[in-house]
């Protein structure tokens, strides 16, 4: 028998289809489009992937070797297989070739009639395989008709025309009438005739527009979910809908996809899952539908499904500033995917759950990007009230995402590069980190920004397994999702500095999000609140108690005046109010510490092998010694640092409670903490110089020059050397996390030196070697310095595996509870603090204290009352000093002022006696020791001070009740104090105008 010749040409990107001159060439329109499957040339996105294009290049024809490329005994249907094989015989004894064409004609007609009446009968998977199984020996009768010259348009309405007065509709040569006694339905019957009279009007055998069926599939659905229809019709005549929608896409691809699809088949099974990928690499599916015979095939194959339905629900990412919508194509093949495996699903348990599968990420996605949308355009409401409906499972599907963990470090370190660089973060630098944010056209090309850069770096020096082009923008744009959704993104940008003259008063990007961090620098602060009633003097008096009392609080003083070219106490301005994002809150944090393995040899004379968390707890409570013996060890020199296995997710550390100093620690025990910070940031600077680079640029100590990482050391240097081994490091930082990760740490320093040995290793030149040592050598010197940092949020997280987190360990509220609960809570602090600020002076001593009440609420709500309690005496103590008779003195003379007699004169001239009365008016607040006493006591009974308390003869909380009486000086000797200052001038007085009187009476 003579055969026809298979060729098939591979190159790098994958199975290319040449078509050769055997290739038919139908009339139009039924045919015209059928042949080949397009695959983008090397360098050609999918965007530009168009019909037009693919006729342009040379193509080959994959004809079958014989006419049944499929073996005859595979073949299901008994009356097929009987038709094929005897098909078969004839055909050895005379060639096709050699046949005349009314011959063939007949059979074509004689196959046509069979297929048609079995694919008419049985479920939509077993109608499609045996207009598959039929499929090869149609193309080899065809193709001798096409030689022939014979009419092929013609033969198949003739096909049609028999079948229909059969009964039967053909539908592989386009659409025919529906049955409406099929859809009894009454709903269904109308749709029905609908659809009828558009095929009328087509014509019978015509192909229906692919957009209107699509159409009337989603009408269909619609009506089956909200339980209106009959669900047995309603899903046949999806099924109906779906071989309309399956004729136009057979169009576009055409016959060759049936012998690459047999050639998948009759694979063996392990190498069915790389030719499926052969195929699916070859196909855009935003640009063309899918046949279904494609997607049955697909959804059989775990690797080769999540890799279409990826593809397909990662495009409408790359636009971040636009409402999540598929292409058209992309639409309806994601619905076909998921009709195909529901109904699949319905009989088969696997496939049940690959449609759950699918459900749940397309969702996912969906609701993610919608979720960023409102993030980055300011919906803070929105966002807040989306995020409830967010689970763990959502998270970790896109955190499961290949490379995304890479990326999110990225992001981490992209960040605070470009914050210190530039000292806050605009629109500009913004796009720099995150790329272009529109939709690319033609004109305004898509422009990847640092993070996606360095990814590609990753990937380019085989840190990363290869990726197309599709799957960095996914990785890329999920990373994004899950920075800004956890509002990392937003903790970094609240840090920059407010701009100074008119572009205090421009947006920056998610502004919303981020003043909710830091509200009081950016807004109480940027906008100078009520300044002409006193608001901004309230609020300055807050942050100053804030920074005086630092050592209250554990924290020993630092010499640091600006951080990142941000003065101090500004930059810790967010830590009045401990409001941050996911994962800066204690839950997240736990987590991450509970997924880091440890492994420690001669532990307290045994090995302790678990979990970080876990090891950090035997140090104990209240144990300083233990708390050394388990984060620290002794080098040969005999000084402390940190132990060799802790070596990851050392940010994540510095805001752990063990090493959080609070008001209830001894002396002994805020040493022993202090020690352990020291530590880390000393590890920091030798092997995370990624983090420790943007602290130390344009920061300055006190009495000392600023330091610049500028290449002449300059604060308008450029940073050329600095960028270059910022790149380098970033990819050698992520070759350590991936050892890290694989259970084979290792240093920084023994990581270059693996690389200098390496021909094609990462190496650094001198200029980079040099400002590498010098910011390692500064960073261990600044150690004790960033120890003593009050930093609102995890002061870097580009060291966290983020690969090894577990988002349901949280609880499957957790998300909902923190973005929906907690952080409106917070903004509430904002709002009752506003409140005060709008007018200090004119607000009545109980409205006031109900005020500050509410912030104790707010800030509490989150984290306990007592934490809330212990945030509120910066700005209780800034309102009593603010309405204190003698408040805007120091001294003794605020002491004086409170004198009664020079208090009643000033109240008779009218003159301020205090801040409140200098913005108010003499109808300011004025208060007396016994007036501050009473307020105190009210403050006491409302629960915004507190008493101390003890539990097992151990302090639990100090007593802010009698910490703010001391501070005031309204302890019983005080008062005494003040009595004999008013009773004093009083006595005198009497006394001399006793003595005047006797004097005038002597006289």
């Known amino acids: 028998m003579k055969s026809i010749e298979t060729r098939t040409q591979f190159n790098s990107e994958g199975l290319t289809p040449i078509k050769s001159e055997l290739t038919p060439q139908p009339n139009p329109p039924t045919l015209e489009k059928r042949g080949d499957i397009f695959m983008p040339e090397p360098g050609q996105t999918e965007a530009g992937t168009g019909r037009a294009d693919a006729r342009s290049r040379t193509l080959k024809k994959h004809a079958p070797e014989n006419p049944l490329t499929r073996q005859v005994d595979r073949v299901q249907n008994q009356e097929l297989r009987a038709f094929a094989t005897d098909f078969q015989s004839r055909v050895e004894k005379a060639p096709l070739s050699e046949w005349s064409t009314e011959d063939l004609s007949s059979e074509y007609l004689r196959l046509q ?29 065809i193709e001798q008709l096409e030689k022939k010259g014979v009419d092929l348009k013609e033969l198949f309405l003739k096909s049609a025309e028999q079948a229909g007065k059969a009964g039967i509709s053909i539908r592989s040569i386009g659409a025919a009438t529906l049955t409406p006694a099929d859809f009894p339905d009454p709903i269904l019957q109308h749709i029905v005739s609908e659809l009828n009279a558009e095929v009328g009007r087509v014509g019978i055998g015509s192909l229906i527009d692919i957009r209107y069926a699509h159409e009337q599939r989603l009408r269909v659905r619609d009506l089956l979910d909200q339980g209106l229809v009959n669900p047995d019709q309603a899903n046949n005549l999806i099924n109906e ?67 279409l339905v990826n593809r397909i629900i990662a495009q409408p990412l790359d636009a971040e500033t ?23 699903g319905q009989k088969d348990s696997a496939m049940q759950e690959r449609y759950q599968k699918v459900l749940f990420v397309s969702e996912a996605v969906s609701l993610f990007h919608n979720m960023n949308l ?28 290949r490379g995304v963990s890479s990326v999110m470090r990225i992001f981490n370190e992209e960040f605070q590069r470009i914050l210190s660089r530039d000292k806050y973060i605009n629109d500009a630098n913004y796009d720099e980190i995150m790329g272009s944010r529109g939709v690319a056209t033609e004109r305004n090309p898509r422009k990847p920004g640092t993070v996606e850069k360095r990814f590609q770096d990753l990937i380019n020096n085989k840190v990363e397994e290869p990726m197309e082009e599709w799957e960095v923008k996914w990785a890329v744009n999920s990373g994004k999702l899950l920075f800004n959704l956890t509002l990392r993104a937003a903790e970094q940008i609240s840090l920059g500095e407010v701009q100074k003259g008119d572009e205090q008063w421009g947006s920056i990007p998610q502004e919303s999000a981020a003043r909710l961090m830091n509200w009081m620098g950016w807004t109480g602060f940027r906008f100078m609140i009520s ?75 045994s090995t302790f092998s678990g979990n970080l968390r876990d090891f950090i707890k035997q140090a104990g409570e209240k144990n300083p010694e233990g708390l050394r013996e388990v984060y620290l060890e002794k080098d040969s020199a005999g000084n402390y640092t940190l132990r060799k296995e802790i070596n990851t997710a050392l940010g994540i550390l510095l805001k752990h409670g063990s090493i959080t100093p609070v008001e209830t620690d001894s002396a002994e025990m805020r040493k022993a903490k202090e020690d352990v910070r020291i530590a880390i940031w000393k590890r920091v600077a030798e092997d995370n110089p990624l983090a420790v680079a943007p602290l130390l640029h344009n920061t ?38 991936q050892r890290i990760k694989n259970g084979q740490p290792i240093s920084l320093s023994d990581l270059i030196t693996e690389q200098d040995a390496q021909e094609r290793g990462i190496k650094l030149d001198t200029n980079e070697k040099k400002l590498l040592e010098h910011i390692r050598t500064t960073g261990q010197n600044f150690a004790g310095e960033f120890a003593n940092v009050r930093f609102a949020f995890n002061p870097f997280m580009n060291d966290v595996l983020f690969e090894n987190i577990n988002y349901a360990e949280a609880g499957a509220q957790f998300y909902g509870r923190r973005v929906g609960s907690d952080l409106p809570s917070h903004n509430n602090t904002y709002n009752e603090f506003v409140k005060l600020m709008d007018n200090p002076g004119g607000t009545s001593l109980e409205d006031a204290l109900k005020v500050l009440h509410g912030m104790v609420q707010a800030m509490g709500t989150p984290q306990g009352i007592e934490f809330g309690q212990d945030r509120i005496l910066p700005f209780l103590e800034a309102y009593i000093r603010f309405t204190e008779e003698g408040g805007q003195n120091t001294g003794v003379l605020r002491w004086l002022e409170k004198d009664a007699i020079w208090s009643g004169i000033r109240k008779l001239t009218r003159a301020p006696n205090s801040l409140a009365q200098q913005f108010s008016g003499p109808e300011g607040l004025g208060l007396n020791e016994l007036d501050m006493r009473r307020a105190l006591d009210t403050a006491h009974h409302m629960g915004i001070l507190r008493s101390e308390r003890h539990k097992d003869g151990e302090l639990l909380w100090t007593d802010t009740y009698e910490k703010m009486r001391k501070k005031f000086r309204l302890q019983l000797g005080w008062l005494l104090a003040g009595l004999l200052r008013d009773i004093i001038p009083l006595f005198a007085a009497g006394a001399l105008f006793e003595f005047g009187q006797k004097a005038t009476k002597e006289k």
């Open 113 to 141: 009639a069979l297929t048609a009446r079995l694919a008419s009968t049985g479920d939509f998977s077993q109608r499609e395989r045996v207009s598959a199984d039929a499929a090869p020996l149609s193309r080899a009768i």
């Open 241 to 307: 809908l779906n071989k309309w929608i399956a004729e136009s896409a057979r169009e576009q691809h055409g016959d060759t996809l049936s012998t690459l699809l047999e050639d998948v088949r009759n694979s063996p099974e392990g190498d069915r899952e790389e030719k499926m990928m052969q195929i699916l690499r070859g196909i855009s599916p935003h640009t063309n539908g899918l046949p279904p015979e494609l997607v049955i095939e697909v959804i059989k194959l775990d690797g080769a499904l999540d890799y």
């Open 322 to 344: 636009s409402d999540y919508r598929l292409s058209f194509y992309g639409g309806i093949n994601l619905e076909q995917i998921k009709d195909i495996l529901k109904a699949e």
């Open 374 to 401: 409102l993030i980055v355009t300011g919906n803070l409401e929105g966002f807040v009230n989306g995020s409830r409906g967010i689970t763990p499972q959502q998270l970790q599907a896109l955190q499961n995402v």
């Open 531 to 605: 300044e002409s009633r006193g608001g901004m003097v309230l609020a300055r008096m807050a942050q100053d108690n804030f920074q005086r009392e630092r050592g209250e609080y554990g924290y020993s003083d630092i010499s640091i005046e600006t951080l990142g070219g941000k003065k101090i106490e500004d930059f810790e301005l967010s830590s009045m109010s401990g409001v941050s994002g996911i994962w800066s809150s204690w839950r997240q944090n736990l987590i991450i510490l509970k997924n880091l393995k440890v492994e420690i040899d001669n532990f307290r004379g």
């Open 700 to 737: 300055k100590l006190k009495g000392k020059e600023a330091l610049f990482l500028s290449d002449d050391g300059t604060k308008d240097g450029e940073t050329k050397v600095w960028d270059s081994l910022t790149e380098k490091l970033s990819t050698l930082h992520e070759i350590r996390m």
